[in-house]
């Protein structure tokens, strides 16, 4: 229980040095189903509402309903990172996802916010 603390609080002081809000997985590869070695997307925060998985790089993600209405995303891939973007084919804001690591509520103002618009892996 103690460690569980810990990590908490650990990620709330990311999420307060970058804005962003990102923290270490807990218990990951049962974060609402995805399977493993995907990229998920959900429509809501905290991996809630409708998941779209990806396990391949994309230019166009916003074809799909999921990385087009965006609202937490979780890198549950077992040997790599993944780069999401803000705009198609690599373009826009970038932003890293460790290995099992996620976002779980982008902010309204986040270049993300319902719109991941394409993912490179192991960058
Ligand atoms: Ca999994
Ligand atoms: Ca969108």
């Known amino acids: 229980m103690h460690l569980r603390t810990l990590i908490a609080s650990a990620a709330t002081v990311t999420a307060l040095a970058t804005g ?6 807990q218990a990951a590869e049962d974060i609402a189903g995805c399977p493993d070695g995907g990229l998920c997307a959900y429509t809501e925060q905290w991996f ?3 998941r779209g998985v990806v396990y391949a790089n994309n230019t166009n ?6 990385f ?4 937490s995303v979780f890198n549950d891939g077992q040997d790599c990172n993944v780069r999401i973007y803000s705009g198609r084919s690599y373009t826009g ?31």
């Open 61 to 66: 993600l916003l074809q799909y309903y999921a």
């Open 20 to 25: 962003l809000v990102a923290g270490p997985a």
């Open 93 to 123: 804001s970038g932003v890293t996802i460790p290995r099992q690591h996620y976002f779980q509520a982008f902010a309204p103002s986040s270049p993300y916010y319902n719109n991941i618009a394409s993912n490179k892996w192991c960058v």
């Open 48 to 50: 809630n509402g409708t």
């Open 68 to 71: 087009n209405n965006a609202q």
